[in-house]
């Protein structure tokens, strides 16, 4: 799992730069899922003209509560077909945005237990497809703080937003990780 960390005002960038990366990876031959809040708006009409193919493999998923996230996670690891290679989650903090009514510790508590179904499911279709799943997930620096990402995430598996400029800054860091796996399995 790559774990990208930035700023707010850096979201549509960064939301062009995935967007980017999931067309590239589809050139893997593996279906992708872009969860997001809400849907792509600045993709132009010539781009997915040109790429409508490859369009095909990207499946938008929107979300806009814990309790949905949650739900299509635990859906997605008893999907049989059109099984993901790469599971894309923008903007973390903002899909799992939790009631308000909510204490701090259970706020923490649901955002821990996303992280960890998250995890899960990226597990189970690797053994389904008894292959990798990669997953790359967004979140803004004030998450970090309260989160224990370091039970997720290499540390040098955790990119900070100003480090990446284009998709290819996201897809070295998992070629290198795929590498570094197969390696581990000789």
């Known amino acids: 799992m790559l774990l990208i960390r930035g700023q707010p005002d850096k979201a549509d960038h960064l939301q062009d730069i995935l ?6 990876y589809t050139h893997t ?3 992708i899922l872009f969860f997001t809040r809400k849907p792509l708006e600045r993709v132009a009409a010539s781009i ?3 790429f409508s193919d490859l369009f095909k493999m990207i499946t938008f998923i929107y979300v806009q509560t814990i309790d949905a996230t949650m739900k299509r996670l635990l859906d997605l690891q008893r999907w049989t077909n059109c099984i993901p290679g790469l599971i894309i989650v923008e903007s973390f903090d903002l899909l799992v945005t939790p009631n308000p009514n909510d204490g701090q510790s259970r706020q923490e508590f649901q955002r821990f237990l996303v992280l960890s179904l998250l995890a899960d499911t990226v597990r189970t279709i690797s053994i389904k497809q008894k292959g990798t799943c990669n997953c790359i997930v967004t979140l803004n620096y004030g998450s970090l703080e309260t989160l224990p990402v370091e039970l997720f995430y290499r540390e040098h598996n955790v990119l900070d937003v100003n480090h990446v400029h284009d998709s290819s800054d996201i897809l070295s860091v998992m070629m290198e990780n795929e590498h570094s796996i197969a390696n581990n399995l000789l």
């Open 19 to 24: 967007f980017d990366t999931a067309i590239k």
């Open 48 to 50: 997915r003209e040109q």
């Open 29 to 31: 031959g593996y279906r």
